[in-house]
């Protein structure tokens, strides 16, 4: 979601940034998270793909976008904190993690019987590690 207005004055167009170089083969790069916005009164602003935040210089977009980065951390407090999750998906996911570690266990299990068993294979062998 780009701005549909800055300042008052209503965005015509909304295209990806060109990108100040390009690729090995000479083609035209695109940074499609920085958007080239033209207002109705000509004026050219740069704003941000996910949310209204626009500027009029493009490089201050890049930064900015970090915000956006799913990766971030977010102490548990952000909007993606499982603090913010209705009741009934935290007992899924709890449930979810509770198969997951069952699983997890049983195969730990299997691995330490087959670590085992070689043991055994290479003294009965007489094979040295």
Excluded at 56 to 67: D, E, I
Excluded at 94 to 115: F, G, I
Aim: net charge positive.
């Amino acid at each position: 979601m780009t701005a549909t207005e800055v300042d008052g004055v209503a965005v015509i167009a909304d295209e990806p940034r060109e990108a100040p170089f390009r690729d090995k083969a000479g083609n035209v790069v695109y940074q499609p998270q920085t958007r080239v916005l033209t207002l109705a009164n000509g004026t050219i602003v740069y704003g941000c793909l996910h949310c209204s935040y626009t500027s009029a210089n493009p490089n201050s977009v890049r930064p900015h976008l970090a915000r956006h980065n799913s990766r971030r951390k977010t102490n548990g407090h952000g909007p993606d904190s499982s603090l913010n999750l209705p009741l009934a998906e935290l007992m899924d996911r709890l449930d979810k993690l509770a198969a997951v570690t069952e699983d997890r266990d049983a195969w730990k299990a299997r691995a330490l019987n087959a670590e085992r068993r070689l043991k055994q294979l290479r003294t009965a062998l007489g094979v040295r590690e």
